[in-house]
Each structure stands twice: as structure tokens, then as C-alpha cells.
């Protein structure tokens, strides 16, 4: 059984800074892409970041570039996502998923969903 947890999330001040965690577990030899999406009220579910297993390959969203960075854990497990200049925008639930293709950034490409955690931004 796999499982992604996330942490990290909170109420934080417009160009502040968050740092979100996920950790994976169970089956995670079938994962190639990790991905963060996040999902606002009232809108679609949207790519935040995404970065192969290996680390050696990382992409992000054109709203996020420059302002978000995703990185790996591969001894742990872990994914992060390192959130600064944060802006009333990034408000949503952040989702992490992993997927068994690689360098996939569509949320239908991704097989496994973590439950999400919220980030505020207040403005």
C-alpha cells in the first residue's frame, strides 16, 4: 500500500516564506515523477512542481517559476516543495502525488494522491 503525507502548510504573510514536506512510503520502488499540485477554491486542480525520483530532472508551473523550488530526499523518501515571495494567489490546499511515468506534469498522469495541506496567504 502506498501512502504520501504531507506537512508544513499554515497561515503565513504575503512574501513570506513555507516550506512543505511529503513523505512516501509503502511501494515506492514504481515511482519515476513526484509532483506538488495545489487546488484553490472554486478552481481546477493545478501543477505546481514535479521532479523525478532520482532528483535529476525538475520542472515547475510558469505562476510558481522562480518562487518555488522542489526538491528530494532519496535516503528518507521525502519531497519538498521550498515556497518564498509567497503571494495571496498561492492560497490553496497543496497536494503531493507520485507517479510511475516519468517527467509527467498533467494530474491525470498521477497514480497517487496525498490527503493535502492547506497554505494561507494573507494579504
Known amino acids: 500500500q502506498v501512502q504520501l503525507v504531507e506537512s508544513g502548510g499554515g497561515l503565513v504573510q504575503a512574501g513570506g516564506s513555507l516550506r512543505l514536506s511529503c513523505v512516501a512510503s509503502g511501494r515506492t520502488s514504481g515511482f519515476n515523477t513526484m509532483g506538488w499540485f495545489r487546488q484553490a477554491p472554486g478552481k481546477e486542480r493545478e501543477f505546481v512542481a514535479a521532479?523525478?525520483?532520482?532528483?535529476?530532472?525538475?520542472t515547475s508551473g510558469d505562476s510558481v517559476k522562480g518562487r518555488f523550488t522542489i526538491s528530494r530526499d532519496n535516503v528518507n523518501n521525502l519531497v519538498y516543495l521550498q515556497m518564498s515571495s509567497l503571494k495571496a494567489e498561492d492560497t490553496a490546499v497543496y497536494y503531493c502525488?507520485?507517479?510511475?511515468?516519468?517527467?509527467?506534469?498533467?494530474?491525470?498522469?498521477?497514480?497517487?494522491w496525498g490527503q493535502g495541506t492547506q497554505v494561507t496567504v494573507s494579504s
Open positions: 502525488a507520485a507517479a510511475s511515468r516519468s517527467l509527467v506534469v498533467k494530474t491525470t498522469d498521477y497514480n497517487y
Open positions: 521532479i523525478s525520483w532520482r532528483g535529476t530532472w525538475r
